[in-house]
């Protein structure tokens, strides 16, 4: 489709009107109807790029990189010329830039450093639907700003669906704009008698039997995640393969998941061959952010992966769960955008009624608010991050959670004031406990080798799939003898990387070793950009010294003590150190951790994560010795959470305010003093 023919097009003049005579306007828009691609362009065309460059915010990195091609295809230049992105690790953007495609996560780094945004004449917050916990940050940091900045500043929320109402009464009354889209019918289907339990089967199955009996039009199915797609696009290829030779058309079969490399996602783009169906197997990702032309089917089995947290006891979790009502009509719409088209749900009419919520609860709700509360903390805005202004609130045990955890790792003072540590653990583009075990290397005289964990560590896969299935025996025995000192999983991600670096970055020798060959090259890349960031210069030292080792231990034990687990006596089980003890397992995934003369593991062990399957697990794991841990211990102990939060809990807060007049808490934590509003 031409940009003429998106059903955005005819707005364009209102939407350059409407942006042009209010700070903040809404747009709503079916997905396709040119959101993400066209009004950059048309705001760049009008007026905007005089006054700064237009910054349109993506809640996933992927999305940011496609679009950015995609928009400098349509106006003719390279990436990083007049169009550009800026992702975590990898930016493309010249002087010349006018339009940057970023995730939301960088647009909030870059405000560390330029609170004022003063670059920009344009963001767009782009997905807002999503909720991503950045956006969500985002709103109220840049309605605040928008007020404030000299320099005019215009905000645009653009979105799928969402509620309207809500949003405009959140962000002053702003004016809202319905694209209308060119939706075709779509006759929904839903499966009768029981629910599918076996999505996977009735997925492919489903599939399947549209090849074989449905007219023409590609088809998209909605999987979880990476590994469920990989089964399903085997067995449907099987179950083909068994097919009599010419009893169908051509079927081709495209995975299509965020951690898929950019060239193999473009595919989906790329025209069918003549006479050919598509078949897509997608993740959420083809739920808004990306747009398949030609999809006439959709299978919906009515699930997704989602993350949620605990903030009393430290726990992730991450379920398959079923979508929310908006998001099943949503994904339905994806078959009417060429012509009528058919939705198969794998799911009853009952269970879209009684199982299904009616929105999903969006992530600032079910997330560690660590990093989000440390960016907050670092802005020059004195924000009181139990009283900022959320669309919809953490909740104070998740906040005070956060606190908690920054005061351990000493990014706030007693008072919840940021430190100089703080700021510069929030200027690096790592998690804070990465980024705090960064600033102790320097102390303990280890920063070649914590750059190379925190390398390793933030790269998305480092090992291909199942760790000893398709190993050679060499491979295995290899790896075996990089775990033999026994000491976890930060310490073999330095042992590999190192022994990648003996072997000259060879990528032959990742494969030998079942190692991802580009999460191997991403994190060399990393760990590249992490040691020219001026506050961490590296010097070259030699590879195997056991001090290093030590020592990184060390800096690991400063950044990770909030996730400190002890050893139960006489027992292999764990119990986290924080408020909640919680008991856990190792993950059996966990690289080797070697245990003393009577069979027991370490006394202690810091964790990257905390998190319940079947059982309670460790994941990532590092033993330390107790002489060490002594001295981080009375940091964990006697904190104030209400000195913390600036003497004023919510709880507490309510309580004061319930016996001075009758007001809910809710207006309570409006009224509390905030010296940004
Ligand atoms: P929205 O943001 O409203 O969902 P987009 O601006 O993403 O819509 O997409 C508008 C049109 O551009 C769609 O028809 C989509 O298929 C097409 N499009 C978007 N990205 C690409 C791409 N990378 N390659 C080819 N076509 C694309
Ligand atoms: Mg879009």
């Known amino acids: 489709m031409t940009a003429k023919e998106l059903p955005i097009w005819p707005f364009r003049q209102t939407i350059l009107d409407t942006v042009f005579k209010h700070p903040i306007t809404v747009i709503i828009g079916e997905t396709g109807s040119g959101k993400t691609t066209q009004i950059a362009q048309m705001l760049d065309k009008a007026y905007c790029a005089r006054e700064g460059c237009i910054g349109v915010t993506q809640p996933r990195r992927v999305a940011a990189l496609t679009v950015a091609r995609r928009v400098a295809e349509e106006m003719r230049c390279e990436v990083g010329q007049e169009v550009g992105y800026r992702v975590r690790f990898e930016e493309r953007t010249s002087r010349r830039t006018r339009i940057v495609y970023l995730t939301d996560g960088t647009l909030l780094r870059e405000m560390l450093d330029d609170p004022e945004l003063s670059a920009y004449s344009v963001i767009v917050l782009d997905e807002a639907h999503e909720r991503s916990l950045n956006t969500d940050v985002l709103f109220g940091v840049l309605k605040s700003l928008v007020k404030t900045r000299q320099k005019p500043l215009k905000l645009i929320l653009t979105s799928a669906t969402l509620d309207s109402a809500k949003f405009s009464a959140y962000f002053d009354g702003c004016p809202v704009l319905n694209i209308p889209g060119r939706q075709y019918e779509v006759q929904i289907v839903h499966s009768q008698g029981n629910h599918e339990n076996d999505y996977l089967a009735a997925a492919v199955d489903t599939a399947l039997d549209i090849h074989l009996h449905q007219p023409p039009g590609d088809i998209l199915v909605f999987l979880t995640g990476q590994a469920e797609i990989d089964k399903a696009v085997k067995q449907l290829s099987e179950a083909i393969a068994e097919l009599p030779e010419d009893s169908c058309p051509d079927l081709l079969i495209l995975p299509l998941y965020a951690a898929m490399p950019l060239e193999l996602q473009a595919r989906v783009f790329a025209p069918p061959p003549d006479g050919c169906r598509r078949l897509i197997m997608a993740t959420n990702i083809a739920e808004t952010s990306i747009t398949v032309d030609g999809v006439v089917y959709v299978v919906d089995p009515g699930m997704v992966k989602q993350k949620s947290y605990t903030p009393a006891t430290g726990m992730e979790s991450l379920h398959v769960v079923p979508i929310s009502r908006v998001q099943a009509t949503q994904r339905a719409g994806r078959a009417g955008r060429v012509c009528n088209g058919k939705c198969y749900r794998l799911y009853t009419a009952q269970f879209f009624e009684r199982e299904m919520s009616e929105t999903t609860v969006p992530e600032i709700q079910r997330t560690n608010m660590l990093t989000a509360v ?69 102390d303990h005289d280890c920063l070649p080798e914590t750059l190379t964990a925190a390398a390793m560590l933030s790269a998305e896969t480092i090992f291909l799939g199942n760790r000893q299935g398709e190993l050679s025996e060499q491979g295995r025995a290899a790896l075996a003898e990089l775990m033999k000192e026994g000491l976890g999983d930060h310490i073999l991600m330095l042992r590999i990387f190192q022994a990648w670096e003996r072997n000259s970055f060879s990528s032959k020798w990742c494969k030998d070793m079942g190692l991802d060959v580009r999460g191997m090259h991403f994190a060399r890349e990393v760990r590249k950009q992490l040691a020219d960031l001026g506050s961490c210069k590296s010097q070259a030292r030699g590879g195997l010294c056991l001090a290093g080792v ?3 231990r060390r800096a690991l034990l400063v950044g990770f003590a909030n996730r400190l687990a002890r ?23 966990t690289a080797r951790i070697a245990a003393d003369e009577d069979g027991l593991m370490p006394e202690f062990v810091i964790y990257y994560a905390l998190f319940a399957t079947a059982k309670v697990f460790l994941s990532k794991v590092c033993p330390m010795d107790s002489e060490w841990v002594e001295d981080i211990l009375p940091k964990l102990r006697n904190i104030d959470v209400e000195r913390l939060s600036g003497g004023m809990t919510t709880k507490k807060a309510a309580k004061r305010a319930a016996v001075v007049g009758d007001l809910s808490e809710k207006q309570v934590v409006k009224n509390v003093p905030v010296a940004n509003a």
């Open 374 to 442: 440390l960016y907050l903390k670092s802005l020059p805005l004195d924000i009181d991050v139990l009283a900022f202004d959320y669309l919809d609130s953490p909740g104070s045990e998740a906040l005070e959670d956060a606190l908690r955890q920054l005061l351990i790792l000493d990014a706030l003072d007693r008072d919840g004031h940021i430190t100089e540590l703080g700021r510069r653990m929030a200027a690096l583009p790592l998690e804070p406990s990465l980024a705090r075990s960064l600033l102790a290397a320097a």
């Open 550 to 552: 030590d020592a990184l």
């Open 567 to 589: 050893r139960m006596p006489r027992h292999n089980g764990y119990k986290t150190l924080n408020e909640r003890a919680t008991l856990a397992q190792l993950h059996p995934a």
